[in-house]
């Protein structure tokens, strides 16, 4: 009796999860939202295109696809413990370096739209810009575990060890996303490396400097020559030539504009019907708006804003458990997603210029699923490993 | 998974190194830095999609809504018993805009795999291509060229942008634009159309009238019912994808009201009759032109209307204006004797004479001031028959001199001279009646045998009808009644008869017109051989040759007004060239009509061989 009584008071007891579930649903819901949303943005198009083959389900099929590769590598991700991405960490920025220059060379990268972005490898291809994100998470917070005694150590170490190290090897990668151009990825990438630097305890006021500095000789720059302010805020006003320049903008606002609170009803986009260009991928964002108005636009930047929240505490977790590069790892997976989102969506809504950045999860594009997987895959086991911590078993 | 050695040796080396000391503050300044963001992304979404989406769905709708017009589908115009007159059937316009199109040089193409970046880039167009166009069109290759590529210039000497429409061919058959459209060539589009086709082409030309290549009325029917044949074009507003297909309708579709059918009055077995008669009559007197109007006497419908010359409605090349003149109803001239029948009418109806009352005609000359009236029978004393019989110039002067001037004036206006005969056609005239209080002695008695009042073939006809039905003046309609209108009695039912009768004799030996006699059936009616004012002056040899009839005597069914229009000087006279068409008309038409012969057959009262022929001058 007394041990029935037991047992069942043992079953009521919670317990805790070994994962995070509610950051998996998170991102399950992501990925469906982007599935039904790439097959709705990219039907009408899909139909009439020569390139597709007319098949209307052109692209679902496809992503469907990336979704599965993608999800593997997620379990990949989750399965390897931590200590080994962190090990593996600078080999593997090398080797993110090393794809970055081969798709450079002409014959190897593969040029679509003006942007050598993609290598062709036997049935996929490649875009190594989207896992270099991947790379730098890893290696910026590695770099950061490592130079801890220097950043928080004498000025000058600070500068010299710390930040023109980071300097170059950003200069490095930043030229060649650059060259192909990868605009987006760029500022990715940039934010990414910055934000761990920041939080892996870099002097705050060196960092407010270098900020204001950058920050100033970069207006400076812009606003020194009209050409460039035209280039840059050219954005603000689409309406200025609709029909030229601003036309995409232009198509995607209205596209927001139509959605209303409510939105227009799944499948009922006009934006869609090859009014505006890249609906399934950079602009996903301005059909998902079209067709469930603000309510849609909330819930996807309500996901995003979980999924970045979450991630973030879990690096504070991993951080009150003394596990300083999987600290810095979490959180810099949350400023990817966070940022790239924050980007695609701004530029959906004209707040910034257009980069040429997906909406990760949702967007159309094989590379940005998986790479976006696998990240969360380790985000995952980061937080698995903080509980069995926490439940007080040894790694 | 493991890795045995490196793992080992880099755990080592982790051990060894100084560890960060990460402050909460700082991952909590880059959240929240990263918090704010996505609320000032979703601040910005209620921006645009709560508080600007007015302006935006505005900016949508210029570029892909659009007002499509719903053509109405014409109506059809029948004649009594439901003949097509006119239909519109649908036909292909091919049109372009050169706008969005450029010409590439001399043998190059375009590429296969060429694709349009924006709305705004031009589609280049290779010459092979505008050669395919040209020779599907039917057009030279340079004239194409010239209306897609030509480069404008405004006044100031400007170049202009190229036009965004122009059309390239109108009104193709469905099938040969189907070919045009096959070509695939940008910047070509069709658009469905309307054309009106006329099955009785030249016959009803007048009558009906015609469309411009819009669709509008132009002359005839087509103008004056423009409004109930066209009915009213519906609309609908739709969302068109980027190639321009019709996704959805936005606003409820009002669908057009096709026009309604037009019945005329008109019977087409008995028009064409009449335009076939009159047109060889005119040909064969080498007339400058001629009409003729059948009336139905006992509704006022009219029959038949034709004039001579007339015009192909179906064709679009360009229609002589004289040919489409109207002459029946627009044209005014002076009637000459067939005015004789009327006086006699008045001075009968007035009490004034009696069919045998005897006026001398004092040898056929008369004079009034410094004018004389000669007649061309000169007799003595006649009665009032005998007058109409041959055509007596004084005798109806006289019968005029015995009303009073206002008299004269109410019963000419009585019979529907002056007025308009209101029947809905364009440019109808009212025809000339000058106020009574002008008219001098003379004046009063030429009106008597025609001259110094003008009237159109309708009018005659309309006065004539009086006659047929027992003295009811009607109004005249184009349109088929279900029952007649209402009729004003004008004159007595027996000074109808009476005048009837005299009509009668004209046709018979001794009268005017022998020619106008129709085997089995009694016809009445009066020749008229009028002189043609030619700049003020009357003309020595211009005559407008007449005959105004009704036809059975017995029991009148219809009218026939026949006027030629200068016919050749030997064939002046109205009973050689327009009683033989009268004849004819009637005949025909009261066969058609089922009207039972009123006289035996095969009894054709000529005059004995070797009798001089009685043909009046007036």
Not at chain 1, 23 to 48: K, N, P, Q
Not at chain 1, 336 to 361: E, R
């Amino acid at each position: 009796m007394k041990q029935i009584f037991y047992q069942a008071m043992k079953r009521l007891k919670p317990t805790m999860s070994a994962y995070d579930p509610a950051l998996l649903w998170c991102v399950l819901l992501l990925l469906s939202i982007g599935l039904v949303m790439v097959y709705s943005a990219s039907i009408a198009m899909a139909e009439v295109d020569k390139d597709t083959g007319f098949k209307a389900t052109y692209f679902l099929t496809r992503h469907s696809m990336f979704l599965v590769v993608g999800l593997a590598a997620g379990m990949f991700g989750f399965s390897i413990a931590t200590r080994h991405w962190q090990d593996y960490a600078p080999m593997l920025f090398l080797f993110g370096i090393l794809l970055l220059v081969l798709v450079l060379i002409p014959g190897v990268g593969r040029e679509v739209n003006g942007s050598r972005r993609w290598l062709s490898l036997a049935v996929i291809n490649l875009q190594p810009s989207e896992l270099m994100k991947f790379f730098v998470v890893l290696y910026a917070a590695d770099y950061a575990v490592r130079k801890a005694h220097s950043m928080t150590g004498k000025f000058i170490d600070s500068i010299t060890k710390v930040l023109l190290p980071m300097g170059l090897v950003m200069a490095l990668v930043g030229a060649l996303l650059l060259l192909e151009p990868d605009m987006g990825a760029f500022v990715v990438i940039t934010a990414i490396a910055m934000g761990l630097l920041f939080i892996g305890g870099y002097n705050w006021q060196l960092f407010a400097g270098l900020v204001v500095l950058l920050g100033g000789a970069f207006a400076a720059l812009i606003m020194s020559s009209e050409y460039r302010r035209a280039r840059v805020l050219g954005f603000m006003n689409p309406w200025e030539d609709p029909f030229g320049k601003g036309y995409q903008l232009s198509h995607s606002l209205i596209a927001f504009g139509r959605g209303e609170w409510t939105g227009v009803g799944l499948g009922a986009s006009v934006e869609k019907l090859s009014y505006l260009p890249e609906a399934h991928t950079d602009f996903l964002m301005a059909i998902i708006a079209e067709e469930f108005g603000f309510v849609g636009v909330t819930v996807v930047v309500l996901l995003f804003t979980f999924l970045v929240f979450r991630a973030f505490r879990i690096g504070l977790q991993a951080a009150k458990l003394e596990r300083h590069w999987q600290a810095l790892a979490a959180q810099g997976i949350g400023i990817w997603i966070g940022v790239q989102s924050i980007i695609n969506i701004g530029v959906n809504m004209g707040l910034l210029p257009t980069k040429g950045l997906t909406l990760p999860l949702l967007s159309f594009g094989g590379s940005g699923i998986v790479a976006n997987l696998l990240a969360l895959g380790v985000l995952l086991r980061i937080d698995y490993e903080n509980r069995q911590m926490i439940k007080g078993y040894s790694l | 998974m493991s890795f045995p050695n490196t793992a080992a040796r880099q755990a080592g080396r982790r051990q060894l190194r100084p560890q960060p000391r990460l402050e909460n503050w700082r991952t909590w300044f880059v959240l929240s830095s990263l918090l704010l963001l996505f609320a000032i992304l979703l601040g910005r979404g209620i921006y645009l999609q709560g508080f600007n989406e007015e302006f935006l769905k505005e900016q949508g709708d210029q570029r892909y809504t659009r007002n499509l017009k719903m053509e109405a589908l014409r109506g059809m115009i029948t004649d009594r018993n439901g003949e097509l007159l006119a239909q519109s059937t649908t036909v292909q316009s091919i049109w372009a805009s050169p706008r969005s199109i450029y010409l590439l040089p001399k043998g190059q193409e375009r590429p296969h795999d060429w694709r349009q970046k924006n709305d705004e880039e031009q589609v280049p167009v290779s010459l092979t291509e505008i050669h395919k166009l040209s020779s599907q069109l039917g057009v030279s290759d340079a004239e194409l060229l010239k209306k897609l590529f030509d480069e404008r210039v405004n006044s100031k000497g400007e170049a202009q942008k190229r036009p965004d429409f122009v059309w390239l061919k109108r009104q193709l058959s469905p099938e040969d634009a189907k070919k045009v459209m096959a070509l695939n060539i940008p910047g070509i589009y069709s658009q469905t159309e309307y054309r009106r086709f006329y099955p009785a082409g030249e016959q009803l030309a007048h009558v009906i009238g015609f469309t411009d290549i819009d669709g509008k009325g132009q002359e005839g029917f087509e103008l004056t019912r423009d409004k109930t044949l066209a009915g009213k074009a519906g609309s609908r507003t739709v969302i068109r994808d980027r190639r321009g297909y019709i996704v959805e309708d936005i606003s409820t579709i009002v669908p057009p009201l096709d026009g309604q059918t037009l019945q005329l009055s008109i019977d087409r077995r008995i028009q064409y009759l009449a335009f076939r008669e009159l047109n060889s009559m005119v040909e064969r007197s080498h007339a400058v032109g001629g009409a003729i109007v059948v009336l139905d006497s006992r509704t006022g419908e009219v029959l038949a209307l034709a004039n001579a010359p007339s015009y192909n409605p179906n064709s679009r090349t360009r229609i002589d204006p004289a040919h489409r003149r109207n002459r029946a109803v627009t044209d005014l001239y002076e009637p000459g004797s067939t005015m004789k029948a009327i006086t006699a009418a008045m001075a009968l109806d007035a009490g004034k004479v009696k069919p045998t009352t005897v006026i001398n005609t004092d040898g056929g000359r008369m004079t009034i001031g410094p004018a004389t009236i000669r007649d061309d029978h000169p007799g003595g004393s006649m009665t009032i028959e005998q007058i109409m019989q041959k055509s007596s110039n004084v005798g109806a002067a006289k019968m005029a001199l015995m009303m009073d001037r206002e008299a004269m004036h109410t019963f000419l206006k009585n019979m529907g001279f002056g007025e308009k005969l209101n029947t809905g056609f364009p440019g109808e005239a009212a025809g000339r009646l000058r106020p009574w209080k002008d008219w001098r002695p003379i004046e009063q008695a030429t009106m008597a045998y025609g001259y110094g009042a003008s009237v159109s073939v309708m009018q005659m006809a309309r006065a004539y009808q009086v006659f047929a039905s027992d003295g009811e003046l009607r109004p005249i309609t184009f349109t088929k009644l279900v029952a007649p209108m209402p009729g004003r009695q004008v004159i007595k039912p027996e000074t109808a008869q009476a005048v009837r009768k005299m009509l009668e004799m004209v046709t018979l030996p001794g009268g005017t017109a022998t020619r106008a006699q129709v085997i089995g059936y009694r016809v009445g009616g009066k020749t008229g051989t009028a002189k043609k004012l030619v700049n003020g002056v009357y003309s020595d040899t211009a005559r407008v040759g007449s005959f105004v009839g009704i036809a059975p005597i017995s029991n009148p069914r219809i009218v026939v007004a026949v006027m030629i229009d200068e016919p050749a000087f030997e064939m002046r006279y109205g009973g050689l060239v327009a009683a033989p068409v009268f004849s004819n008309v009637v005949a025909g038409t009261l066969r058609i009509l089922g009207v039972p012969p009123d006289s035996p057959t095969e009894n054709i009262l000529l005059p004995p061989p070797g009798a001089p022929e009685i043909l009046e001058e007036t």
